[in-house]
């Protein structure tokens, strides 16, 4: 749609996370060097949590992208799912047909293929997002396959990636064991200001854009802080901002066209007010005035008023 008003090879403010836009800010980075330190020294369980939009699937997908040529992996994110549902997941996604199997005999498939790929010096990394979503029998089927293991190696890691009410459902006291494995917890931040500036630039560079300032200083600012630092908000304003100013023409976008951006993502003002309770009137001229005035009690003042409406 802007691509050619603004010189874009490809959409800068889309939703799938490609690992090529993928914005390294401190807390980013620093989670992302986290998560490769721990599947590279074999420590069983990690996490990753932070607040929707945060960025995690495409840091996990970067760092599936470093891993690829030393680590086989599985990636699940149907997390509304039983305990044997999700094992069937597992298998399948590494490789093995669960049909016609029950669980003993999955487990031993799958102790069979770790123990093939560590003989061969691969790891097994399973992924699992929206880890929250997971009920308690679920992560307690998760924390017996991490029992995979031999004396000196571990033969499959786990990774958890959640928002907060991950680490509130691992904090519960029946998840102590489960809790105890987990050896590596990642997090991630807002954006600062001069990080959604720089986040913004980036993008734009990987799309292919080579002009000048796209965005003005103040529509900069008001990105930083409409979207609260949240990559997942900054990428909706900018592209409502980019649709924009197409439709208007413009080169730049501007403070005014960030405005109406917000203005449209604006979802609470197009919900429905809540009704405010009238009292039910007299069918006299009378009775209708004081839904008019409901705080007037003065004598004079009401026939002031029904003198005024032509009753008296």
């Known amino acids: 749609m802007f691509l050619d008003h603004f010189r874009l090879r490809e959409q800068p403010f889309g939703v799938t996370p490609d690992p090529r836009f993928l914005f390294l800010s401190q807390a980013h980075r620093e989670a992302l060097a986290t998560l490769f330190y721990g599947v590279e020294a074999?420590?069983?369980?990690?996490?990753?949590?932070?607040e929707p939009g945060m960025g995690k699937t495409t840091l996990i997908v970067q760092l599936l992208e470093r891993l690829r040529n030393s680590t086989c992996t599985a990636f699940?994110?149907?997390?509304?799912?039983?305990?044997q549902?999700?094992?069937?997941?597992?298998?399948?996604?590494l490789g093995i047909d669960p049909s016609g199997l029950d669980?003993?005999?999955?487990?031993?498939r799958l102790n069979e293929l770790l123990a093939r790929r560590m003989l061969a010096g691969q790891r097994t990394l399973i992924v699992v997002d929206e880890a929250q979503?997971?009920?308690?029998?679920?992560?307690?089927?998760?924390?017996?396959?991490?029992?995979?293991?031999?004396?000196?190696?571990?033969?499959?890691?786990?990774?958890l990636?959640?928002?907060?009410?991950?680490?509130?459902?691992?904090?519960?006291?029946?998840l102590a064991q489960l809790r105890q494995r987990i050896s590596i917890v990642a997090r991630l931040k807002a954006l600062t200001a001069p990080e959604t500036a720089r986040y913004i630039e980036h993008r734009l560079e990987v799309a292919g854009y080579d002009g000048g300032p796209l965005f003005s200083r103040g529509a900069l600012e008001k990105i930083a802080r409409h979207s609260q630092g949240?990559?997942?908000?900054?990428?909706?304003?900018?592209?409502?901002?980019?649709?924009?100013?197409?439709?208007?023409?413009?080169?730049?976008?501007?403070?005014d066209i960030v405005e109406e951006a917000v203005s449209d993502l604006d979802l609470a003002s197009l919900a429905p007010k809540p009704q405010q309770?009238?009292?039910r009137a007299d069918a006299s001229c009378f009775g209708q005035l004081r839904l008019s005035y409901p705080d007037v009690t003065s004598a004079s003042v009401w026939r002031a008023a029904l003198a005024t409406a032509g009753v008296v």
């Open 85 to 93: 549902e999700l094992l069937r997941y597992v298998a399948s996604d």
């Open 230 to 255: 949240v990559p997942r908000n900054i990428n909706n304003l900018c592209f409502g901002a980019l649709s924009i100013g197409y439709a208007l023409n413009r080169r730049q976008i501007d403070a």
């Open 133 to 159: 979503n997971l009920d308690e029998s679920a992560l307690e089927t998760l924390r017996l396959l991490s029992n995979c293991e031999t004396p000196r190696n571990k033969l499959l890691q786990i990774l």
């Open 277 to 279: 309770p009238v009292r």
């Open 76 to 83: 699940l994110f149907q997390t509304d799912c039983s305990s």
């Open 103 to 108: 669980a003993c005999a999955l487990h031993q």
């Open 42 to 50: 074999g420590r069983g369980f990690l996490t990753i949590i932070a």
């Open 161 to 174: 990636s959640g928002q907060p009410q991950l680490a509130e459902k691992l904090a519960r006291p029946s």
